[in-house]
């Protein structure tokens, strides 16, 4: 074309595309989680399913429910309130019926019958507890009718995959208070969904439970119902409601318990921060390998390497427990062996792992899945950083093998071409054609737009495999292995000179997005460049520029910074990822910020997110938001498809505020530094309690004075020491 531009073409729809047909922001749906079980319920506390709608009870990536719809007289009651409580433990719905006629008479009045629905996971069942009252003068009778449905959907089949077949369901009322669905399945795994009543119904069907009710004036009766979801047949030992929810309310309290905990002069801040550490502790689940923050609901509430590398990164300062269960889990699942489908090869950090019908049957290459070209050297990063904050020497020497399979995978596999850098491309004919974070089919791409083709050398990866070899350094020296720590040395210095003569564009005074498989620059700005200063790969001289960049209103919405420069030709602010905002792609240029000692446009970046996030529904931050420019009296532009709640979202607020403070540990001396510390304009004051150092712990006090912060420790245990760098 005369323009010079590339003719954009309409593409096929990528095979594990989720396509928005309707916004789950506009359905708000409520959502509760327990180990591998979630589910998610409308406002009323039910499920009803419509066009690819992900409302349901999920086990194991499978929904074992699908249709749940309470009735009072043949029609859905009136809602009145519906809360899902601060710790994520309790769904609460407040309902009352509307007005029943018989032959022009009214014969239940609106708001007689009070229904207050309660309802939790624990331990892959949903219990739920329906308590009815009459507030009318007189006697009611009236009939209250449960509809339940299940489809035994994969999650991937919800998200718009099409299968050539699958297995068929079956129902049975077993005995007066039970029914059951059973799934006969093409993968040989028993599934069946098992709902209990107490007391029994009046009727029951395979579709349909009905209670005739009697409630006199101010008369209550309950009814529990119980969903359980069972899988080869292993069924989960019942237990009462009320001891059920003080096991789930005790684990959420344990789990919260290892994190500092941050109070600050703004109670908004505060609301975020809770949310934020609420949905954390949801999401992370416990495996045999310690804890381990799932990605996000419903999309990805499963083990995903990137997003658990990066969420342990991000919530170091606060909680390094989560980072020691990330590095157990993944060097268990590293691969050891070469699989095309699977995009693996010996030393490879997951990218993901699936356990439902089709990753069993191969139908989706998800089952353990490796193409993640970043997870790899954000493994040996986390490694180096974990030690760096715990002197955890049992772990780090367990962790070992493991950290140098991922530098044999660098050195191998990563630079397949001898070039000096880490590229991508799949080798899996249905794996996922770009394997950085922004992985979407459109995300890498020229100036004029063309795809990049791979093999791709993404400008982030170059700076993870930077600060890997840096922090490697390190690691072998402690394990004794210096010749490995001499080579880690060289291949550092190299990469960083090849580095700059290859990606940076004096004209765009930017680092390149990537490199295509002729080596040729992708010369847009991306947020990607950004995450460079978390590495410490750029120069100062070219880190400063940067940053500059990035805070151009091109790049800076007034929410945060862009996944894409607005003057780039594929811009599109309502896009997954060519021009929205990601609050963790914030949270690691923030870090980055810190380090390179840009404190005031790291202040201007926090105060951005949180105020994005006083915006949102439960002060809760999505996986992302749209890049749409801020404007006075409007809050940020949702994306319809986000995740919420999403993990590495959810700790964006800890990493972004732990930078601006300048937290930095010293286990040899037991001292917790705060480098040239600084609080956003919004905060007057930050208190930081259960700060832990090995087994020592502390109370920290921080005032914010213009441009500086005292500190003061308010309590301490152990002999740990408190170090002011200003």
């Not at 964006?652 to 601006?660: D, I, K, S």
Request: charged residues 25%; contains cysteine; aromatic residues 10%.
């Amino acid at each position: 074309m005369s323009t010079g531009v590339w003719p954009f073409k309409e593409t096929a729809v990528p095979e594990f595309y989720i396509p928005a047909t309707s916004s789950l922001f506009e359905r708000r749906p409520r959502t509760l989680k327990h180990g591998d079980t979630f589910a998610m319920f409308d406002h009323y506390g039910d499920i009803v399913v419509g066009d690819r709608t992900p409302e349901g009870i999920y086990h194991l990536d499978t929904r074992f429910l699908s249709r749940l719809i309470l009735k009072i007289e043949g029609q859905r009651p009136l809602l009145l309130s519906s809360t899902v409580q601060r710790n994520n433990a309790l769904l609460n719905v407040d309902l009352t019926n509307h007005d029943v006629f018989q032959d022009h008479t009214l014969v239940l009045p609106k708001g007689a019958i009070h229904i207050r629905r309660s309802k939790f996971l624990w331990q892959t069942a949903c219990y739920e507890v329906l308590t009815l009252r009459n507030f009318d003068t007189v006697e009611h009778t009236f009939a209250l009718t449960l509809e339940f449905g299940a489809d035994f959907a994969d999650l991937f089949e919800v998200r718009g995959f099409q299968r050539e077949k699958r297995g068929h369901v079956e129902a049975h009322v077993e005995d007066a208070c039970r029914l059951r669905f059973i799934y006969h399945s093409l993968d040989g795994l028993p599934r069946s969904t098992v709902v209990t009543f107490d007391p029994a119904p009046d009727r029951l069907t395979t579709t349909k439970s009905q209670f005739a009710l009697r409630l006199g004036p101010k008369e209550r009766c309950r009814i529990k119902v119980t969903v359980e979801c069972q899988v080869d047949n292993q069924a989960t030992h019942q237990r009462d409601f009320a001891r059920s929810v003080r096991r789930a309310r005790r684990a959420l309290l344990d789990a919260a318990e290892r994190a500092a905990v941050l109070e600050t002069s703004n109670e908004t801040v505060n609301e975020i921060l809770c949310q934020s550490m609420a949905d954390l502790t949801m999401l992370v689940t416990d495996t045999p390998w310690k804890p381990y923050p799932y990605a996000g609901i419903p999309w990805y509430s499963t083990a995903f390497g990137r997003d658990g590398l990066i969420t342990a990164i991000e919530m170091l300062w606060i909680d390094p427990e989560i980072a020691r269960g990330v590095l157990n889990f993944l060097a268990v699942h590293q691969a050891t062996h070469d699989d095309p489908r699977a995009d693996a090869e010996p030393g490879k950090i997951l990218h993901e792992m699936r356990q439902c019908e089709l990753a069993r049957l191969g139908e989706i290459p998800f089952g353990q899945y490796y193409g993640s070209v970043d997870a790899t050297p954000l493994f040996i990063i986390l490694a180096g950083l974990y030690w760096h904050r715990t002197n955890d020497r049992p772990t780090l020497e367990a962790l070992w093998p493991a950290v140098c399979r991922a530098f044999d995978w660098i050195e191998n596999y990563g630079d397949r071409d001898g070039d000096g850098f880490v590229e991508y491309y799949s080798r899996a004919s249905s794996g996922l054609t770009n394997q950085g974070w922004k992985d979407s089919g459109d995300a890498i791409f020229h100036a004029d737009g063309r795809l990049a083709q791979p093999p791709i050398a993404l400008v982030e990866v170059q700076g993870y495999v930077y600060l890997a070899y840096d922090l490697g350094v390190r690691l072998a020296t402690e394990m004794n292995d210096l010749v490995l720590a001499v080579s880690l040395e060289e291949k550092k210095e190299k990469l960083r000179n090849r580095f700059e003569a290859a990606f940076w564009c004096d004209d765009l005074e930017f680092y390149a997005l990537a490199l295509d498989g002729n080596k040729t620059p992708c010369r847009v700005r991306t947020s990607n460049a950004g995450q460079l200063l978390f590495t410490g790969l750029p120069c100062p001289d070219r880190g400063q520029k940067v940053v500059r960049s990035l805070f151009n209103s091109d790049m800076f919405s007034g929410w945060g910074i862009r996944t894409v420069s607005r003057k780039e030709i594929r811009y599109n602010p309502a896009s997954y990822h060519n021009g929205s905002v990601w609050p963790h792609d914030n949270a690691l240029i923030g870090l980055g910020l810190s380090r390179y000692g840009f404190k005031e446009e790291l202040t201007r970046l926090t105060t951005a997110i949180l105020t994005a996030a006083s915006h949102m529904d439960l002060r809760r931050l999505p996986e992302l938001y749209c890049g749409f420019q801020r404007e006075r009296d409007k809050g940020p532009t949702l994306y319809p498809v986000a995740c919420a709640p999403q993990a590495w979202a959810a700790a964006a607020p800890f990493a972004l505020l732990g930078a601006c403070l300048g937290v930095d540990f010293s286990p040899a001396t037991n001292t917790v530094r705060l480098v040239h510390p600084r609080l956003p304009p919004c905060l007057d004051w930050l208190t930081i309690r259960n700060l832990r150092l090995g087994r020592s712990r502390m109370d920290i006090f921080l005032q914010r004075h213009g441009d500086t912060v005292a500190a003061h420790v308010l309590k301490r245990e152990g002999p740990v020491e408190l170090e002011v760098i200003l």
